[in-house]
């Protein structure tokens, strides 16, 4: 069983769910004739140029599972979201009528393989990974979390202890700065951007520290494990309102223009009347007052559009010299999984050198 089937196998699926879901996940699929790809991968084609895989040509090749799996973004702890997801979870049940499944993924890089595998139909991306999943997992953006009719977005953040003495990042030459992951908009690739217009160049005057998520580099500043972090302002302000930090505690000393928040995407292969249903019944559901406070005041989903809506984001990735290719995915991923690892052997050292009860 590969690792990616096996983070697909816990004991809340059940031996006969999980089963069926690895029945279900197509094969690598020939690659078909395309006149037109653009940056997406060989599996998938674009003779429409909207930037997006087409559905397969060959229907026998649309796919329309019994079971339903989707994920969300890993920008914070995953296991957060099963409960605040809950009621969307169900009315999606009662309005596709079919078993809808949520499932933490623990990683980006995680989320994209298992949409690009087949094992998830639907997902919520976050802004960066956003790219990666279009191009080489044939995700297709079609909503994000909005109030009325504004689609939401947010800022990248740099904060700072209160009591800290630092005021702008041109103060952070030298001192221990948090990014989040590789793949990240706000937790690496702006900062790269942005952040040397302001005097503070990553790798040069700083090296990154990758945290793992954003509400881990919040909370590295909070503990002083971190001098700065970058992050996002969504996150943040999510974090304050639950409780998990107190505002007054933080200071804010950069504030990027605004990003679009994450995307909701659906496999490209997806029956289309399936994929047309799932769309219909996203944009139908009203956020009960749990939701809208967890997203800062967000009661609904809004139809987005990758070609528009992400331009800031490819702009930036492109600037940044991790275009939405294979070979940045590939670079990316083993950046992720290596600070992954190294978190992982700090908590154990950190673990054995605990006195002993």
């Known amino acids: 069983m590969t690792a990616l089937a096996r983070s697909f196998a816990p004991a809340a699926f059940g031996a006969t769910l999980l089963a069926a879901l690895l029945a279900s996940a197509p094969a690598i699929a020939q690659q078909e004739a395309c006149s037109n790809r653009g940056q997406l991968d060989t599996l998938y084609c674009d003779e429409n140029k909207d930037l997006v895989a087409d559905p397969p040509k060959d229907t026998k090749r649309h796919r329309d599972p019994a079971t339903l799996v989707w994920a969300y973004t890993p920008v914070e702890d995953p296991a957060v979201y099963a409960n605040i997801f809950k009621p969307f979870t169900d009315h999606l049940e009662k309005c596709v009528g079919k078993r809808t499944v949520y499932y933490p993924v623990q990683s980006n890089s995680a989320e994209i393989e298992a949409m690009r595998s087949g094992r998830l139909h639907f997902a919520g991306f976050s802004t960066g990974p956003t790219g990666f999943a279009v191009n080489l997992a044939g995700a297709i953006p079609f909503a994000a979390k909005g109030v009325g009719t504004e689609v939401r977005g947010y800022n990248l953040i740099a904060i700072v202890k209160a009591s800290s003495p630092y005021r ?167 950046r992720e999984a290596d600070a992954a690892a190294k978190r992982a052997a700090d908590r154990a050292k950190a673990q054995e050198q605990k006195p002993k009860q």
Not at 179 to 191: C, I, R, W, Y
Not at 235 to 249: H, N, S
Not at 310 to 325: F, I, L, M, Q
Request: some cysteine; overall charge neutral; aromatic content about 10%.
């Open 168 to 334: 702008t990042l041109a103060d952070l030459k030298g001192k221990k700065v948090a990014h989040t992951s590789p793949s990240s908009n706000s937790g690496n690739l702006a900062p790269r951007v942005l952040f040397p217009e302001q005097g503070l160049k990553a790798d040069e005057d700083y090296r990154p520290l990758m945290s793992g998520g954003h509400d881990k580099s919040v909370l590295g500043v909070n503990s002083g494990d971190y001098d700065m972090a970058a992050v996002a302002s969504d996150v943040f302000d999510r974090m304050a309102t639950r409780g998990t930090i107190k505002r007054e505690d933080f200071r804010i000393v950069f504030t990027s223009p605004v990003f679009p928040t994450s995307s909701f995407a659906h496999a490209h292969d997806l029956k289309p009347e399936l994929a047309a249903k799932l769309r219909e019944c996203f944009f139908s559901f009203r956020f009960p007052p749990a939701m809208q406070k967890e997203f800062n005041g967000d009661d609904r989903f809004l139809p987005i559009s990758y070609a528009k809506d992400w331009k800031v984001v490819r702009e930036v990735a492109e600037r940044s010299g991790t275009p939405y290719n294979k070979a940045a995915y590939d670079a990316e991923s083993k």
